[in-house]
């Protein structure tokens, strides 16, 4: 059996719902016969998770490690059967999952808080147009103005 001796992702980015873990020299290595083989990323490099589904999207991207002059090629969906990738990758995908509810709450909260602030000075540049309308006594200006507001706090 393969076994997972160190992985940290080199590089992580969530995109919407699909989180990416690349991964570069020195930071993913396994045992095999008790022969400790490097990542190097010739082929593949990166795993791609759905943070909804929790389902790795590229199964069949290929990692190879090196010892010496000897390489193993081993498809990610065979390194998931016969490793412990498990174990290592269930922190890695609860840390990111949790940073990017985070990020997506902060987002919407804000939203809400700029769309009123815009809502409220496009009302006051509104008003200022209205009274600038009445001083200049252009009453058709005045009407279109004051259907606009009208249609805005509907």
Same mark, same amino acid.
């Given at each position: 059996?393969?076994?997972v001796?160190y992985?940290?992702p080199?590089?992580?980015k969530?995109s919407?719902?699909t989180?990416?873990?690349?991964?570069?020299?020195?930071?993913?290595?396994?045992?095999k016969?008790?022969?400790? %083989?490097?990542?190097?990323?010739i082929?593949?490099?990166?795993i791609?998770?759905?943070?909804?589904?929790?389902q790795?999207?590229n199964l069949?991207?290929?990692?190879?490690?090196?010892?010496?002059?000897?390489?193993?090629?081993?498809?990610?969906?065979?390194l998931l059967?016969?490793?412990?990738v498990?174990?290592?990758l269930?922190?890695?995908?609860?840390?990111?999952s949790?940073?990017a509810?985070?990020?997506n709450?902060?987002p919407?909260?804000?939203?809400a808080?700029i769309?009123?602030?815009?809502?409220a000075l496009?009302?006051q540049?509104l008003?200022r147009?209205i009274?600038?309308?009445?001083?200049?006594?252009?009453?058709?200006? %005045?009407?279109?103005?004051?259907e606009?507001?009208?249609?805005?706090?509907?």
């Amino acid at each position: 059996m393969i076994q997972v001796q160190y992985m940290k992702p080199f590089y992580t980015k969530v995109s919407g719902s699909t989180l990416r873990l690349v991964f570069a020299y020195q930071y993913f290595s396994i045992t095999k016969d008790n022969e400790l %083989f490097h990542f190097v990323p010739i082929e593949g490099k990166e795993i791609m998770v759905n943070l909804k589904t929790m389902q790795i999207e590229n199964l069949s991207e290929i990692f190879v490690f090196q010892r010496g002059n000897r390489f193993l090629r081993l498809p990610l969906y065979q390194l998931l059967l016969i490793s412990n990738v498990h174990e290592h990758l269930a922190p890695i995908l609860e840390e990111a999952s949790n940073q990017a509810e985070t990020i997506n709450l902060v987002p919407q909260e804000e939203n809400a808080e700029i769309k009123s602030i815009i809502q409220a000075l496009e009302n006051q540049n509104l008003e200022r147009l209205i009274d600038e309308a009445l001083a200049n006594r252009d009453e058709q200006l %005045f009407y279109e103005l004051a259907e606009r507001k009208r249609q805005m706090n509907e």
